[in-house]
């Protein structure tokens, strides 16, 4: 089922029953030797199937001036829904809003007739803030359940109410739970509509019900192998299940059927290039062997490259290329090539100067190129676009501290931690500050919470005991360096430290122990 087609006026037979009594009428105006199949409401309605909204909107209007001069309320009412929907057909939104509401007034009634015309204008209505987009989900569910709760069996308003909750699904908690059993009866009547096993199969996936959504989503395949949407959402399963290679195949899959908008023929899938790019990036970013992972990164720049050769030179794709750059710039910087990314992600602020996320990565690079005051820019930058990005003030820290600025580093690591209280890096980080400052104890009580947060991580162990080494308490160095041993048995530094303060205390036989497990480890183990 297409958008343009989702807006097509299908009469429920209650409001069929409530048009028919308005034959009277339509005969008056237009002439008694009409015949049945040429009653205005259905030449009207014809108009829509055929998507010939001009025409439609021009013979409503015709039906409605008849209906107001003999105030026929019912046919009003139902001539408004009509031109509404011509109106959105057309895409004029507010148009087709006024008449609806018009449409509204007029069915505010206890009229069995009225009740099901003001059941089709909710109905209506709510379709068309679904083919205006996601972002309208939450304004077209209140129409979409009025709809429903007027009469629960007609199918096109459980199927309509189903799909905008699956359609809401991946961004809303439990709306799937409520997606599934509406689809579930609609599928019971109607097993072969592709479009409502691929929606089901959203809300599986949105349940972690994987098998399920999968099931849904090929079958959906097989009945309609040209729709990318579900080819984009197996993909984006795939990606879920960290199931990268089948992933690419299906993104590449709907890139290659995907049909634009009716006066966007000329606009590519832009969401599934930059879905491929995600993709060839996470492969790079997981990837052991480095011949891999150069090329999945590689293959992340080349998807971007096509979908900007392919975007209409408009400034209405800013944003896209935008996110296009600011990918790239990612790309070149897991590659180390820390120049490129500066400038993909330059390319990508001066499109959008707003993304804050691109000015955090550009200052990670050039904290990797030493550019320290460069990067302190833009992560002040980052701050004021994402004030509360606890990320943005560690690695302000980290910046401070690679300048030697322990001091504004840890004020730093402060901000970080009061937007975080859980940040364990901001933690460690703030604890490597004041063990550089000599301030141990400090040192002690930042890796103290880091342990607490991170406890399997030996590291935090061994550097608290540094900090009781640098104190001069033994004691508590060494139970640091047993702990961190307990972790990381391949951890040699921490058998190196342990080892002496275990003699010096006169447990020699404790130290003898840990010296032969020593022995089997290789020099750098656990450095």
């Known amino acids: 089922m297409s958008t343009i087609n989702f807006l097509r006026f299908a009469c429920c037979p209650a409001l069929l029953a409530a048009l028919l009594t308005t034959a009277a009428f339509a005969q008056d105006e237009f002439g008694a030797e009409d015949t049945p199949s040429q009653n205005p409401f259905e030449q009207a309605n014809a108009a829509l199937e055929n998507e010939e909204w001009d025409k439609a909107t021009d013979m409503y209007t015709q039906i409605l001036n008849a209906a107001t001069a003999q105030r026929d309320t019912l046919a009003e009412a139902a001539a408004y829904i009509g031109r509404g929907q011509a109106w959105a057909g057309l895409e004029l939104y507010q148009q087709a809003l ?3 509401r018009k449409a509204d007034d007029l069915t505010n009634s206890a009229d069995p007739k009225k009740k099901a015309l003001r059941a089709e204008l ?3 209505r709510g379709k068309m803030y679904l083919d205006m987009g996601s972002q309208f989900i939450g304004a077209a ?8 709760n007027s009469n629960r069996t007609h199918l096109p308003y459980v199927f309509a109410l189903g799909k905008a909750y699956a359609l809401g699904s991946p961004y809303q908690a439990g709306f799937g739970e ?11 009547e109607n097993p072969n509509d592709a479009e409502a096993l691929r929606l089901r199969g959203t809300a599986y996936a949105s349940m972690n019900e994987v098998e399920d959504a999968f099931a849904d989503l090929n079958r959906s395949v097989e009945l309609d192998s040209n729709d990318y949407q579900t080819y984009s959402t197996m993909g984006t399963l795939h990606i879920a299940e960290q199931q990268y290679p089948e992933a690419i195949e299906a993104i590449k899959k709907a890139i290659e059927v995907y049909e634009p908008q009716k006066g966007q023929e000329d606009v590519p899938f832009a969401q599934g290039y930059i879905t491929l790019a ?3 990036e996470e492969i790079g970013k997981t990837a052991d062997d480095k011949a891999e992972r150069e090329a999945a990164l590689t293959d992340s720049i080349k998807s971007g490259d096509e979908l900007l050769d392919l975007l209409p030179e408009s400034h209405d794709y800013d944003n896209v290329r935008s996110e296009v750059y600011y990918h790239q710039g990612l790309a070149h910087r897991f590659l180390e090539e820390y120049g490129q990314a500066v400038k993909a992600l330059g390319e990508s602020i001066n499109l959008n100067p707003e993304k804050g996320e691109a000015y955090f990565r550009r200052a990670i690079c050039f904290v990797n190129m030493g550019e320290y005051e460069l990067a302190l820019r833009d992560l002040t930058d980052t701050q004021s676009l994402n004030f509360e990005d606890a990320r943005a003030y560690l690695w302000q820290g980290i910046t401070y501290a690679k300048m030697g600025k322990y001091r504004e580093a840890i004020r ?13 890096d901001a933690y460690r980080n703030r604890a490597h500050a004041y063990f550089q400052l000599g301030e141990f104890d400090s040192a002690i009580d930042s890796f103290n919470e880091c342990i607490r947060l991170d406890f399997e991580n030996a590291s935090n162990y061994y550097k608290r005991g540094l900090c009781y080494d640098n104190l001069g308490k033994p004691d508590e160095a060494a139970k640091s360096y047993i702990n961190a041993i307990r972790f990381d048995e391949q951890f040699a530094a921490a058998y190196d430290r342990l080892i002496p303060l275990l003699e ?8 003898e122990q840990y010296r032969a497990k020593r022995a089997t480890l290789s020099t750098s183990a656990g450095a």
């Open 98 to 100: 006024d008449d609806f």
């Open 122 to 124: 909710q109905y209506q």
């Open 141 to 148: 569910l209140p129409d979409l359940q009025a709809a429903h």
């Open 178 to 188: 409520q997606a599934e059993p509406l689809l579930t009866e609609y599928l019971d």
């Open 278 to 280: 995600v993709v060839y």
């Open 412 to 424: 730093a690591y402060n901000t970080a931690i009061s937007f975080s209280n859980r940040y364990a």
């Open 504 to 511: 010096q205390q006169g447990q020699a036989d404790l130290a």
